[in-house]
Nanobody
Framework: QVQLVESGGGLVQPGGSLRLSCTASGSIFGIYRYAMGWYRQAPGKQRELVAAITSGFSTNYADSVKGRFTISRDNAKNTVYLQMNSLKPEDTAVYYC???????????WGQGTQVTVSS
């Protein structure tokens, strides 16, 4: 069993910042082998990729968050982060952490953390 636990969500005003964390535990044997990603799902919309980081530390971002969000990972802590700056109301969503191991096509999801951007 693998567990991903997100934290750091909350209510923030437009223009503010939040940092999300996702810590893995269980039979993951270290996240260093996994591609890690952050997804989000707003009410009535499909879940979408926000940012991802490979085991080799390559990153990619959705166009809507480029220049505002930064994904990073600390393999020693089995943790991936999403630094979110210049937040907009349209960033409001439940944010989910994802871990994917290519050779076995294993994929794990966290339970999600709510981010609300509102004045």
């Amino acid at each position: 069993q693998v567990q991903l636990v997100e934290s750091g969500g909350g209510l923030v005003q437009p223009g503010g910042s939040l940092r999300l964390s996702c810590t893995a535990s269980g039979s993951i044997f270290g996240i260093y082998r996994y591609a890690m990603g952050w997804y989000r799902q707003a009410p009535g919309k499909q879940r979408e990729l926000v940012a991802a980081i490979t085991s080799g530390f390559s990153t990619n971002y959705a166009d809507s968050v480029k220049g505002r969000f930064t994904i990073s990972r600390d393999n020693a802590k089995n943790t991936v982060y999403l630094q979110m700056n210049s937040l907009k109301p349209e960033d409001t969503a439940v944010y989910y952490c994802n871990a994917h191991y290519g050779p076995s096509s294993s994929t794990y999801w966290g339970q999600g953390t709510q981010v609300t951007v509102s004045s």
